[in-house]
Each structure stands twice: as structure tokens, then as C-alpha cells.
């Protein structure tokens, strides 16, 4: 049906440049740029300030293998106890946009309401967006970022069971009454093909499960239509009197046909379908692509007339995060081909000129919504000593090439309105554990005071920034 090569375009980044260096004053006076982050990866105080165990937390303490140098995310940087600093430090670099998520078992550590609200953990989200605001920098805030309270895991399964719609409810309620006011972006799901993907078809994150069948497909459905009941209940009670706007975050990896070859760019299409158009499809149309509901009837949950109805047009903006492209060509029918089209820890290869492909599809295919790339980046390993991390060359040509690229896409458009790059610091990075950097800011995990010094690129945006 399909086949992802492993290896991926690249293009100016790794010697033959076509871009040239961007300045600020190219875009739009009211364009955001900031960092992305989350609160698992950033926070650390696993245990402090009133917070329950998360999945992550779960998952990483019980399953160290499946972490790729056996480590966790208890400490990571410390922005629990050290946001001010960060923040000052966004601020110097002139950014006007943070994306952080909010970690639900700091607001409600069992997942259920019934069960209390951690009044300190409203107060640490509430002095964190106040500091923001006290530096200019807007608030992008994600409601979920892969971290489920681990007691729902243990009672009913957490996304593999629609019973978590009513549970994501509450505690996004609660969000948009206690922060509403001072936010004006919210973003509902972070990036649900990876969390589906990755936890229940290889198993390497929470969920541990390698399914082929019915499951992944369930997980991936009942985040969708939590998702448009979170943007229901904001839209009905909150949006006309915060006057904020509410969107998702999906990741997109361009998939390039590997021949001009009818086969191959239908095959590739097909991979767009089932890694970006899954999620992507239902938000917009109200359904599934017609490509898998053809290829994995059999599996695909149908949606209600009703959640049809809530679903279509369920955001005011889209986050996209892109990373990297893949070649495809067409091959016999193989179901794991069709979910696993991420790999391992090389996943990320430099294709700048893909993130203009990718927004110009959107603006065909999609009725040509609002746009802020919510994460972009490239990765050191963690091998490099520090003076190699902060001369990072590489990252520091990445970066102009990919806003040179969107700058294109805006000429041509798309209604871009920010970027955030990932990451300001160097983090816990999921199963990777610290194995990679990807911060402009290097972090050392070595010392207990975990000191932070910009890296070139830090240090480019700052420049870029002012011009």
C-alpha cells in the first residue's frame, strides 16, 4: 500500500543553500515568536505542590527501558522553581509568545474533579502566565500534552475509553475559568497521532501496547471527540466573554513521492492522510479521510450525526508542528506501515523548503486556516561536549531557513501568525530521555544547579529579532 523511507530530503542546511538571511521586520508587526515547551518535559517537581502521578511519571519510574538513557522527567530543567529566570531570558531574546501546557494532575491530581482541585497548583499556572505577562510575552496554552493522570489509566483505561471525555471536561473547565481571562490562546490536543501511535501501536510511551487492530484507532477517536468538547464547552460559556480563540496542534511530516509515478504519489497521499489527515479531516469535514475509512473500515469507529456536527470547524486556529519529511513509494498492503510512520531517535532530517509545501497543502485542502507553527526545530546529541552544543551552526541555518520558507508561504497566502520554536531549553525528550538537545539554550544535567547558556542560535534569534 504504501512504504516511508527512512531516508529524507534535505537541502540548504546540509551544503547547497537557496535561502538568504531573514529579518523580523519581514513579518507582520503583530507575529508572534516564542519557544515552545510542556510541562512534563519542562516542570520537574514531580511531587511537589500538590500534583498526582501522571502516566509519565507512571511510565518512565516502571518501564526504564523504554527510555532511551533509562531516565525521567522528575527534575528535568527545574521550570517549576526557575520559570522567572526563563522567562527574563525569553524576554531578552525579544520573544512576544510562550508555549506551555498545563499538566491536569496539577489541577486535579487524581483526573476527577469528585476527587478535589489542587488549589497550589492553580496558583503556580496563575503566577507563571502573571510573569509572562509582566515580560509581554503571550500565553499559548496546551491542555494536554501526553500527560494523563495515571489514576485514570488504572480505572478506566484513560483515552481508551470514552469515559475520559467527561473527565477532560471538567478539568478544562476549570482551566478556562481560572486563567480564561489571561489567556487568549488554548490550544486542546497536543500532536494525538503521536500519543496513539507511539503508545498503543510500538509501545514505547504510556500505554505500552503493540496493536494492530481496533485500539489505536479508539484512542486516536476519543481524543478527537474530547477535543471537540472541550472547544463546545469554551465556545458556549467562555469565548464571547474572554474573547480568546481555541485550536489544536497536529504534527506533520511532508511526504514526497520517491517518483513522479501515479502509484507513488497516491501512496503518498495515503501517508498524509493517515498521519496528519486522521486528526486533521474529522476537525475540518466532521469524518475520516475517505482513504481510511476504504483501507481500515473494519477498525474505524464512525462518528454520531452529533459528534459529526461539534467536530466540523472545531477550531478558531491550527497549530502545526513540523520537524521533517519523508520519501514514499508504493508497496503491498501492510497495516504497520499505515500508523508507523515515525522512527526512531535520528528521526529528524533538515527539509526546510517542506514546511512551505506543508502549509501551501493545508491552504488547498483546508480551507486555508489561521496558522502558527506551534513547534520547529533540530536536535545535538547529547554526546557533544558544551562548547560543540553552543556553536550550533547547523541549528542557527535551520532556523532562517524555515522561516525563510515561511515567509514564502505567507507571500503566497497562508495565514501564518506565529512561530514558536522547540525548544528554549534543552529537555527530557520523551523516550529519548536527554539523549538529545534540541534547546536554544544549553542546559547542564550534570550540575545540580542545572545552569543554562545560550547557544548560537540563542543568540541569532536575538539578532533576528532586532532587526
Known sequence: MLKVHQNAISNGTNGTNTTRPMKRSEFPNDFYFGAASSAYQYEGAATEGGKGVSNWDHHTHRNPDKIKDGKNGDVTVDFYHRYPEDVAAMADLGFNGFRLSIAWTRIIPTGKKSNGVNEEGIQYYKDLIKELHGQGIEPFVTLFHWDVPQALEDEYGGFMNSKIIDDFRDYANICFDQFGYDVRHWITLNEPFEFTTFGYVDGTFPGTLEDLGTIPYTVGHNMLCA????????????????????????????????SNEHTDVEAAARANDFQFGWFMDPVTFGDYPSSMQHLVRDRLPKFSPKESLILKGSYDFLGVNYYTAKYVTHAPYSPLELLKLQTGSEWVHVYARGIQDVLLSIKEKYNGPVIYITENGIAQHSSLTMDESLNDVQRVQALNDHLFYIK?????????????????????????GYTERFGIYYVNFNKEHLQRNPKNSAKWFRKFLSE
Not at 471537540?228 to 469565548?239: C, F, G, S
Not at 505567507?410 to 527530557?428: C, P
Open 408 to 432: 514564502c508561504a505567507m507571500d503566497a497566502g497562508v495565514d501564518v501568525k506565529g512561530y514558536f520554536v522547540w525548544s528554549l531549553l534543552d529537555n527530557f525528550e520523551w523516550r529519548l
Open 227 to 258: 477535543h471537540a468538547a472541550i472547544v463546545d464547552l469554551y465556545r458556549n460559556n467562555y469565548q464571547k466573554s474572554q474573547g480568546g480563540k481555541i485550536g489544536i496542534t497536529l504534527s506533520i511530516k511532508w511526504m514526497v513521492p520517491l
